[in-house]
């Protein structure tokens, strides 16, 4: 297996969204995506599948050594960094920012909670911001503030996925819900854990909703019309997320005991309507949704 199957393989078992989006690309931009991708599930895989923090820690700094070794000698022993390696120069990708995607995942060995939107919104970048802007990057552009665009809508997915993940991270121990938030709308850690649904967190969750929806908007206002095309494949998970946000408060966040999801089928006519489009249409709706 060539260290490009080995990464398409990794995408595609991993059934995200971000799969569908890949599809559309031109073969050099969906080697290099599909990659990117299968570097930030080896390290994410390594935190929630360790049961040992120390263990996960030496895993870790095997791949920053990785990527010392791949930047410094132009090769590396992985055959997901071995697939990275004809790109980093093309699409200029740099050792920091695959840096703090490492990062991000130590972050969560360190700590299992969040005192407020600050703390998360750190982590929310090391965890997506980063990638979003790494793909960016991959995805072509010729204005800065699409560098922007690229964050705030990495930020955008990470919440939708810490809404929609709400129950099942509990149960592994963590509750990214800020802590101020949470003491804002009076739920504890223990309904949550015990899987209380209550008008209390509703209201809760309705105020993360809003707080994605924002960055949705920023993300879509601050990208140039210059870049709109090319940065379709971003645009398409920005529909495909978007809509799993709508699914989740239409069935009002019953997120504590169970994982909310849209069919292969949906995901797809998402991506393929976004891409056909152009993605104009939903970049006018999100940058002015305030539902």
């Not at 990638?131 to 930020?155: C, D, H, N, Q």
């Not at 997320?241 to 089928?265: F, G, K, M």
Request: glycine share 6%.
């Amino acid at each position: 297996m060539s260290p490009d199957e080995y990464c398409q393989n990794k995408a595609a078992q991993s059934g995200s969204s971000f799969y569908y989006a890949f599809l559309f690309l031109p073969p050099e931009r969906r080697r290099a995506i599909t990659a990117l991708y299968a570097f930030c599930r080896e390290v994410d895989d390594i935190v929630d599948e360790s049961t040992e923090p120390s263990v996960a820690r030496m895993k870790l700094a095997w791949w920053r050594s990785q990527i010392e070794q791949l930047y410094k000698n132009g090769h590396a022993d992985h055959p997901v960094m071995q697939a990275l390696a004809p790109h980093i120069k093309t699409f200029g990708l740099d050792a920091d920012r695959l840096h703090a995607i490492v990062e991000g995942m130590e972050m969560d060995l360190d700590q299992a909670r969040y005192a407020d939107w600050a703390g998360l919104r750190k982590y929310c970048w090391h965890a997506a911001g980063v990638v979003g802007e790494l793909s960016a990057a991959i995805f072509g552009y010729t204005r800065p503030e699409t560098r922007v665009y690229a964050e705030k809508l990495g930020l955008a997915f990470q919440l939708t996925n810490i809404i929609r993940d709400v129950g099942d991270d509990a149960r592994r121990g963590r509750i990214y819900l800020p802590v101020e938030d949470m003491q804002r709308f009076n739920v504890t850690a223990a309904e949550i854990i015990e899987r209380k649904h209550s008008e209390r967190f509703v209201e809760l969750m309705r105020f993360q909703t809003e707080r994605a929806r924002q960055c949705y908007r920023e993300a879509m206002q601050a990208l140039p019309e210059a870049d709109r095309r090319a940065q379709r494949p971003g645009l398409m998970m920005a529909a495909i997320y978007s809509a799993l946000l709508h699914e989740i408060e239409r069935d009002n966040w019953q997120v504590l005991d169970q994982r909310i999801s849209l069919t292969p089928i949906r995901k797809f006519w998402l991506a393929w309507k976004t891409w056909v489009g152009g993605g104009r249409g939903l970049v006018r709706r999100l940058g002015a949704d305030r539902s």
